[in-house]
C-alpha cells in the first residue's frame, strides 16, 4: 500500500478535491492524506462540485501536515504554488515529490454561476491530472 500525501496551502479546496479523486481511483491501493500548511476548514463549494461527479468529500478535514510527519509518504503531490514553495521539511525517504499549480476557484468573485464555472474548471484539471498520475504511477 503507497503512501500519498496532497498538499496546498490551505486544505480546503484543491487539495481535498484531488484527495477525493485519488481516493477513487486507486481504490485499496494507497493510503491518501491531505493536507495544508495553514488549515482552512472544508470549501463547501468544493464539496458541492465534487458530489455533482459522484464523490463525497464532505466527511473530509482540514489539517495541517505537521500532523502527518511520523509517516513515510511514496509521494509527497503539491498543488499550488503557495504550498510548493513555503512547504516545511517533510521527512519521508524515498518520496517522489510532484507539483502542479492548479486554478484556484476559490479565488473568483462573481455570479453563482461564475462561481460553479470556476469550481466546475478547477475539477475537470485535478481530475484529469490525477488520472494521469494514477496511470503513470500505479
Given at each position: 500500500?503507497?503512501?500519498?500525501?496532497?498538499?496546498?496551502?490551505?486544505?480546503?479546496?484543491?487539495?481535498?478535491?484531488?484527495?477525493?479523486?485519488?481516493?477513487?481511483?486507486?481504490?485499496?491501493?494507497?493510503?491518501?492524506?491531505?493536507?495544508?500548511?495553514?488549515?482552512?476548514?472544508?470549501?463547501?463549494?468544493a464539496v458541492a462540485i465534487m458530489k455533482e461527479d459522484?464523490?463525497?468529500?464532505?466527511?473530509?478535514?482540514?489539517?495541517?501536515?505537521?500532523?502527518?510527519?511520523?509517516?513515510?509518504?511514496?509521494?509527497?503531490l503539491t498543488v499550488c504554488d503557495h504550498a510548493n514553495?513555503?512547504?516545511?521539511?517533510?521527512?519521508?525517504?524515498?518520496?517522489?515529490?510532484?507539483?502542479?499549480?492548479?486554478?484556484?476557484?476559490?479565488?473568483?468573485?462573481?455570479?453563482?454561476?461564475?462561481?460553479?464555472?470556476?469550481?466546475?474548471?478547477?475539477?475537470?484539471?485535478?481530475?484529469?491530472?490525477?488520472?494521469?498520475?494514477?496511470?503513470?504511477?500505479?
Amino acid at each position: 500500500m503507497k503512501n500519498v500525501l496532497v498538499l496546498c496551502t490551505g486544505n480546503s479546496c484543491r487539495s481535498q478535491m484531488a484527495h477525493g479523486y485519488l481516493h477513487y481511483f486507486t481504490g485499496k491501493n494507497a493510503k491518501i492524506y491531505s493536507a495544508g500548511i495553514e488549515t482552512h476548514g472544508i470549501n463547501p463549494d468544493a464539496v458541492a462540485i465534487m458530489k455533482e461527479d459522484g464523490i463525497d468529500i464532505s466527511h473530509h478535514t482540514s489539517n495541517l501536515v505537521e500532523e502527518y510527519s511520523d509517516i513515510d509518504f511514496d509521494f509527497i503531490l503539491t498543488v499550488c504554488d503557495h504550498a510548493n514553495e513555503n512547504c516545511p521539511y517533510i521527512p519521508s525517504k524515498n518520496a517522489i515529490r510532484l507539483h502542479h499549480n492548479f486554478f484556484d476557484p476559490s479565488k473568483v468573485m462573481g455570479s453563482s454561476e461564475e462561481k460553479h464555472a470556476a469550481f466546475l474548471k478547477a475539477r475537470d484539471e485535478i481530475k484529469h491530472y490525477f488520472g494521469n498520475f494514477i496511470n503513470t504511477y500505479f
